[in-house]
T-cell receptor, first 112, second 115 residues
């Protein structure tokens, strides 16, 4: 079975731009979660989608949004990028709420 | 809100020896899960071991085992017969059993294996 895939792997943007990151979960997995990893704040939960519905949201500003499609693929969007948004964005999928999460390789976003 | 604390930013161990990574957490919930994840330099996060809070028996996975002390809210990871491939960042994580897939992570411990 293929693992969680994330595209693109690396991205460079400038302040004020917006960005869309994509995550394809393991086949059959319906839950997709997103995390932001930075040296200063560590790993922080952004949001979780299950069957196209946002089920939980972390403490991030409204510039961070996401969605999930009927095939369980998920996208997250960050608008009006700030320097502090530079981070590794990790996506994780799980079969359902009781199962462990499997992580993708991440998207490294650099904001200049 | 739940918090997870890893008090050892860095640890090192000689190859083939045993090392223990510490983790404490704070929660008012009685039902939850605890995890140790490994993040090698390639950045792919890998699940090492999982513990359900309702289980008194400590989880083991080959060379990896945990010491789960629920009353003390402590969850340490023991790696036996350390191998060079064990070198990585190790994250302790908490998840409520109430259904949402939200992991709360500690700050991580960087483990170095000396040959």
């Amino acid at each position: 079975k293929a693992g969680v895939t994330q595209t693109p792997r690396y991205l460079i943007k400038t302040r004020g731009q917006q960005v869309t990151l994509s995550c394809s979960p393991i086949s059959g997995h319906r839950s997709v979660s997103w995390y932001q990893q930075t040296p200063g704040q560590g790993l922080q939960f952004l949001f979780e989608y299950f069957s196209e519905t946002q089920r939980n949201k972390g403490n991030f500003p409204g510039r961070f949004s996401g969605r999930q499609f009927s095939n369980s693929r998920s996208e997250m969007n960050v608008s009006t990028l700030e320097l502090g948004d530079s981070a590794l964005y990790l996506c994780a999928s799980s079969l359902n709420s009781d199962n462990e999460q499997f992580f993708g390789p991440g998207t490294r976003l650099t904001v200049l | 809100a739940q918090t997870v604390t890893q008090s050892q930013p860095e640890m090192s161990v000689q190859e083939a020896e045993t090392v223990t990574l510490s983790c404490t957490y704070d929660t008012s919930e009685s039902d939850y899960y605890l995890f140790w994840y490994k993040q090698p330099p390639s950045r792919q996060m890998i699940l090492v071991i999982r513990q359900e809070a309702y289980k008194q028996q400590n989880a083991t996975e080959n060379r990896f085992s945990v010491n789960f002390q629920k009353a003390a809210k402590s969850f340490s990871l023991k790696i036996s017969d350390s191998q060079l491939g064990d070198a990585a960042m190790y994250f302790c994580a908490y998840r409520s059993a109430k259904g949402a897939q939200k992991l709360v992570f500690g700050q991580g411990t960087r483990l170095t294996i000396n040959p």
